[in-house]
């Protein structure tokens, strides 16, 4: 089976569809799911082992509402999700998970990706350049229409483990 269709069905699992209704949802539910499946398919330290499993938001974005929405109806190892927008990126090391989207400038963003990374912080974001910048994952405009990227040496600096079987659905990049 090829990485966009296995992917794809990930998604629709998540999302709790029919494959014939699979063309019903919006790019932005689309990548909400890959994002709670991101959490799904990756083992966090004991250090990170919180009442809720935290997904934060950094900056500008359009998937905010979308994962709210979603975070009601996922639990990853089995805790309720908590969606958190941080208006201080400093303050984001407490999540398991970012999004970062669009950073006010001045805002040394590898320098945060860096901070994230050392607190087990897994990141992802939608912009050229992002792994190589510190990011974790990056949705790939360059791949079929929902593929996506891993930093391969990620577990360099943070303990956090991804499965086996996202890191075959994704392009791994330096």
């Known amino acids: 089976m090829n990485k ?3 992917g794809i069905l990930l998604v629709i699992f998540v999302l709790g569809a029919k494959p014939t209704n699979a063309q019903s949802y919006s790019s932005k539910e689309i990548k909400a799911a890959f994002i ?5 398919f990756t083992s966090w330290p004991k250090n990170k082992q919180t009442d809720y499993f935290i997904i934060g938001i950094v900056g500008e974005s359009n998937y905010t509402e979308v994962l709210k929405k979603m975070a009601g109806n996922i639990r990853v190892s089995n805790k309720k999700i908590r969606v958190i927008e ?9 999540a398991h998970l970012v999004y970062v989207g669009d950073i006010a400038k001045g805002i040394d963003k590898p320098g945060l990706l860096r901070s994230l990374a050392l ?11 992002f792994c190589s910048a510190g990011g974790t994952i990056n949705f790939s405009s360059k791949q079929q229409k929902y593929g996506f990227q891993i930093r391969k040496n990620y577990n360099k600096t943070s303990s956090f483990v991804i499965s086996t079987k996202l890191l075959k659905l994704a392009t791994l990049v330096e």
């Open 4 to 6: 966009c269709l296995y």
């Open 36 to 40: 709670c499946n991101f959490a799904k």
């Open 86 to 94: 941080y208006e201080n990126p400093a303050h984001a090391k407490a």
């Open 119 to 129: 607190s087990n912080v897994l990141t992802i974001g939608e912009e050229l350049g």
